[in-house]
């Protein structure tokens, strides 16, 4: 079985786009489920090692301000070695990446008041991803995603219920269900998911790397592992941009 842990980066909002960020990455890494006992394992051990506890949250907006828990990374020499770790762990763990990456402006100049909530819009496009990765296999897959408030959630949720009754463009919904087990799982962050704390820690740097600012040695590895088709191609198959361009 394979499971596609969702997060994201940005916001959903088309009325006031940030002009330092002006995309909204929904993305994730797909994990099969024989390997995420070795995938918790590896990342408790690193929070262990750096923080002293596995209660620690791996939260990008917290790691990037020195807050909530990660108050020592003001250090340089520890900052580093986090780091270093950080990125070694990533490396070596057996996942792949998706990612569809919405840019804000182009979507509401192109398709006006007809635009799509970019969050659906990045569902819809990971679900036929996602569905293409495990349509072969003997098991359904799982998506499991971040909580965000009740009424986000609301609406994610009617959202999945309209992907299950009108399918996307390319896929009917009765495929969806057939391969998706039990619907879109949203999880608390309080729960301490170390997979969809992988995905937090993906989809920032495919944003940031998109809109044309400096990228890290994270994003190098991340570029490794998207999904890729049999050819080695990335583009539509595990990272895809809209609109696309003309």
């Known amino acids: 079985m394979k499971i596609l842990f969702l997060d994201e980066s940005g916001d959903h909002n088309l009325t006031k786009i940030d002009d330092q960020y002006p995309v909204f990455v929904l993305g994730g890494v797909i994990v099969d489920r024989d390997k995420l006992e070795n995938l918790n394992e590896r990342i408790d051990q690193f929070k262990k090692e750096m923080f002293g506890t596995t209660d620690i949250i791996l939260h990008t907006a917290d790691i990037t301000r020195n807050k909530n828990g990660f108050e ?38 192109k398709y006006d008041f007809a635009a799509i909530d970019p969050y659906m819009l990045g569902l819809n496009v990971l679900v ?18 971040e909580k965000r408030d009740r009424t986000l959630d609301h609406e994610l949720e009617l959202s999945w219920l309209q992907l299950k009754i009108k399918g996307t463009r390319f896929l009917k919904g009765a495929e969806i269900e057939d391969r998706i087990s039990g619907g879109l799982i949203l999880k608390d962050k309080k ?33 490794q592992k998207f999904r890729k088709d049999k050819n080695g191609k990335v583009g539509g198959h595990g990272l895809v941009v809209l609109p696309k361009d003309n």
């Not at 003001?74 to 763990?93: G, S, V």
């Not at 293409?132 to 897959?141: A, F, P």
């Not at 989809?203 to 590895?221: A, C, L, Q, Y």
């Open 72 to 109: 020592r990374l003001k250090e340089k020499a520890f900052r580093e070695n986090f780091y270093e770790k950080l990125n070694h762990i990533i490396a070596t763990l057996d996942f792949k990446v998706v990612a569809c990456v919405i840019k804000k402006k182009e979507h509401v100049a």
């Open 128 to 145: 036929e991803r996602f569905y293409m990765e495990i349509k072969s296999d003997e098991k359904k897959g799982l998506v499991i995603a």
């Open 191 to 223: 729960e301490n998911l170390n997979g969809l704390q992988l995905a937090d820690l993906v989809v920032s740097p495919i944003g940031r790397h998109i809109i044309g600012k400096k990228t890290n040695k994270d994003f190098e590895i991340i570029e």
